[in-house]
């Protein structure tokens, strides 16, 4: 799943503002529209971020098929979504396709998978098979090849995550100008206010 692929830009605007339906949108609001979007633009990641980022998703399953050749690796979050800042984590999600018999279990799947990468690539591995939800979680420090560096969790069979990735994806993709802009403003705020993207519930 690709993320939408259009960046930010500026509404359309006159001297006395833009219309929108029911009415002239007032100068202030163009002025903060320009204002989130020249923000916004600067949070995005590079080209070179996303293609490094799609050439890693490619290896892992490239790897991960010696185990399984059934085995298929998606991105999730903000990395599919359409919402991802520069320097953002992956999320990747391995699903299989065929089911062994007996069927492997999501720890022993992390163990298996944990071992190969560690020996196979220069990741540093960390698994986690006997968390609530198994996951590998890898990391890479930057390089004169990958300036930003790499962090990385693998999750097995996480197909509600991959659901509501396409349910944000769409919802990104409707009006990517305006949406985008919008999300990806509050998001950096509530991780600059909160220290997460998820503020906590008031009661």
């Known amino acids: 799943m690709a993320a939408p692929s259009q960046r930010p830009t500026h509404p359309q605007s006159s001297a006395g503002g833009y219309h929108r339906r029911g009415?002239?949108?007032?100068?202030?609001?163009?002025?903060?529209?320009?204002?989130?979007?020249?923000?916004?633009?600067?949070?995005?990641?590079?080209r070179e971020e996303v293609s490094v980022k799609e050439d890693v998703r490619k290896l892992l399953e490239r790897l991960i098929k010696t185990i399984e050749?059934?085995?298929?690796?998606f991105s999730f979050g903000s990395t599919a979504n359409g919402f991802e800042l520069k320097n953002s984590d992956m999320d990747l999600c391995c699903l299989?396709?065929?089911r062994s018999?007996?069927?492997?279990?999501?720890?022993?799947?992390?163990?298996?998978?944990a071992q190969?990468?560690?020996?196979?690539?220069?990741?540093?591995v960390k698994p986690l098979p006997y968390a609530r939800i198994p996951i590998i979680k890898l990391s890479l420090p930057p390089s004169s090849n990958i300036p930003f560096g790499i962090a990385c969790d693998i999750g097995f069979e996480n197909r509600l995550a991959l659901e509501n990735t396409r349910l944000l994806y769409t919802y990104a993709a409707i009006d990517p100008e305006r949406v985008r802009t919008l999300v990806l403003f509050l998001k950096l705020w509530s991780k600059r206010r909160y220290g997460s993207t998820s503020p906590p519930v008031c009661d």
């Not at 002239?24 to 204002?35: A, D, K, N, Q």
């Not at 018999?101 to 998978?113: C, L, Q, W």
């Not at 190969?116 to 540093?124: N, Q, V």
């Open 23 to 46: 009415g002239r949108v007032p100068p202030h609001l163009v002025e903060l529209s320009h204002c989130l979007v020249d923000f916004v633009v600067q949070l995005l990641p590079s």
């Open 69 to 73: 050749p059934s085995a298929q690796l």
């Open 116 to 124: 190969l990468l560690e020996r196979e690539t220069k990741f540093s």
């Open 101 to 113: 018999n007996p069927p492997i279990s999501a720890s022993e799947f992390v163990i298996n998978t």
């Open 96 to 98: 299989l396709q065929v």
